[in-house]
């Protein structure tokens, strides 16, 4: 059996802010609450949830991009064999970018407007190929044509301010797999996106990933989208992964009421003139979250044990898990 390329364990992230000391200091905001999975190479995984959920902080901490100063991390990551919490920076940079990538939710965010697309696509591929100026270039545009950009020469010389907002995000994808990662990171990187737009680069990714033996983590709160881009599910909920499958029985058999709710929440499916079942209430305080279930508060199928303490992961066949006390 080929050895996971991810694996995550208890991992545990929160936030503190400064101000106030004693009984006046600001609680931590435990954005995740004991993550686990694991990812084969090759595979996709889709983290489906609200926003809030935990889902773009569990991208940042595989990348080990997230603010140092008030950033508490706990529990493991380990990709390809190492272990991402012991790193120094040394080592975190010859990581960022040769064996993880990631695509940003809003590419205008994540290029340096003052220099040119294709400068830093190939300022990416000297530092980890340590390759020449000239050959870093030629890879550039060979990834601007990859992802299907039109006159790519032209583009490769073109500000990110000057692109459409697809074109930006297909620069975007080139940048991340210049390298050719292991693990491409993709966080909600077609929300911004008009939806014939959005198909395309979902059909593009879909396409690369394949082409390229990536595994995949795929962050989004689109059911739509997690179907068609994933092998595999991970729904979270108050930053706990809530059930995890395969993508043909989490959708065709959700056993968590969440994502149960989720599934009713959409239009995905419905027919004409059915009311969308929304799910009652908001998602919980993450600096103040319940004794037991967070779900709880939300849930139709709440008992009295749901409020003691937080249910356990109950494992059943092909990998399917799910963080409930009862069978529903």
Known sequence: MTAPLVRVNNLTVAFTAGGGSGATAARPVRAVNGVDFALAPGEVLGVLGESGSGKSVTLRALLRILPKARTQISGSIEVDGRDVLAMDESALENYRGAVVSMIFQEPMLAFDPVFTVGEQIAESVVRHRKVS???ARQRALDMLERVQIPNARRRLDAYPHEMSGGMRQRAMIA????CEPKLLLADEPTTALDATVQIQILLLLRELQRDMGMSVIFVTHDVGVACEV???IGVMYAGR????GRVADVMLQPQHPYTMGL???TIHGQQRGTRIEAIPGAPPDLANLPTGCSFA???KHVQAACLTEPPQARAFADGRMVRCIRPV
């Not at 992964?241 to 995890?244: K, Q």
Request: hydrophobic share 45%; net charge positive.
């Open 263 to 265: 599934l009713s929440s």
């Open 297 to 299: 508060p939300r849930c």
């Open 241 to 244: 992964m809530v059930e995890t």
């Open 230 to 232: 994933a092998d595999r």
């Open 133 to 135: 100026r000239s050959v």
């Open 175 to 178: 940048l991340a797999l210049a």
